[in-house]
């Protein structure tokens, strides 16, 4: 009778020693890390569109200041030129287009809120004061009105007043403004999509006056704020409409601003002025919303002409609903770990702490737990035979001998093919040597008489 092998026990399917056990744990959480990679997406694509708006504008110019500072962390700001606010607004809400990101100017979206298809939109923060610019011609104000100065857009009915063009955001708050006014609409008309050129119209008198939203750092604002023969509205019910229009501001431009050896303005001037916001898609990734705000943070937050240092990028007024990511930098600033590693590796840690800190905590109590489990696998290897051992020299009395010798020498073959690490051999070989006290103990038994 073949010696039978010992119970199959729960122990033997435990991982083996040495590189086949190392590797199985190594594997176990190298797919638990490959699944929280994926599942968090934590390195994102190295590429923004932006929508800015018209070529010399103010979105243009602030858009090339972003470009550098997220060059320097890895990350392409690809720049879409655009007529304005109203064509930004267009190709965010289409996921075709490509543009993840764009400014906004406040006042512009007038589409209802519409529960069952959501707006893909959110903000990254307000960034600039946006002032409402009517520039005219001193010949028109001459030739068209009795009034010296006109305070009041009343008084420009009959003018020949370019909003800009159609895509921008220039044209529907003006239209929002006159309309309150007693400007009749007949005098507004759309400019030429290039908004240069309705510069150069009310420059060279084709137009009596031009309405320009934009920041005040503006080339084109700057290049008519210095020109002889064009002159700035005052307006005076610049707090009437702020309080009528909720997303507008009243502000001030003090006298000399502009030029202060040529005393211009020679008088305070009141403006009114959106907000421009960041806006992007809310699907655009987490680690880009953070690049976003801390170079907005940079490029916006210095002193302007209407603002104090820090006072943008902010949260007040969001035209959309705040991003999670921009809203916790507005709270906490940057990330901590930014201030000691690179970016990118700082946000690889940052979005995988909620699962690199579990797998840590998982290890400390494996790697005490593992080698007594380990050992017992092993040493249960070579004990496991003890019980075959003591079950023959039990059968001594009531068993054949010849049948023992022959179950016994079955048991040997199979301690013999026993693998156990080196520092395990001690135990394997006093297997062995009980083996062979057992079988001197069978050779001593007597012999039964027939």
Known sequence: MAAAAPRRHWRRFLPEPGPIATG?????????????????????????V???????????????RYAPLLRANGVTLELRATQGSAENLKLLRDPDSGVQVAFVQGGVDTREPDPDHPDPLVSLGAVAYEPLWLFYRKEALRRLTKHEAPTQLSQLSGWRINTGPAGGGSGPLFRQIAAVSGLPAATLHSGEPATVRSVVDLVQGREDALALVSAA??????????????????????????????????LRMPRGLVD???????????????????????????????????????????AGWFSRPGQFPNVEAPIFPLSAEAERFYRNGPPWLQRYLPFWLANFFDRMWIVLLPLAAAL????????????????SRVFRWYGQLRALEDARASRPPGEL??????????VADIQVPLSYADELYALRAHIGMVRRKLAEAPVEDG
Do not use: W
């Open 217 to 250: 750092d503006a080339p084109f604002v700057q290049y008519l704020l210095h020109t002889p023969d064009v002159d700035l509205f005052d307006f005076a019910h610049a707090d009437a409409m702020a309080r009528r229009f909720g997303f507008l501001h009243s």
């Open 405 to 414: 010798a022959r179950e016994l020498d079955a048991i040997e073959a199979r």
């Open 50 to 64: 932006m929508a800015t708006g018209p070529e010399q504008g103010a979105y243009a110019e602030f858009a090339k």
């Open 24 to 48: 199985l744990v190594l594997a176990l959480f190298a797919a638990i890390l490959y699944a929280a990679y994926l599942l968090l997406d934590p390195t994102p694509a190295k590429r923004i």
């Open 364 to 379: 400390l109590p494996l790697s005490r737990v593992l080698p007594p489990l380990v050992e017992l696998r092993l040493r």
């Open 260 to 302: 202060p050896a040529a005393d211009e303005p020679s008088h305070d001037t009141r403006v009114v002025a959106a907000t421009a916001s960041l806006v992007a898609r809310n699907d655009l990734h987490p680690a880009l919303v953070q690049l976003l705000v801390q170079a907005a943070a940079r490029v916006h937050g210095q």
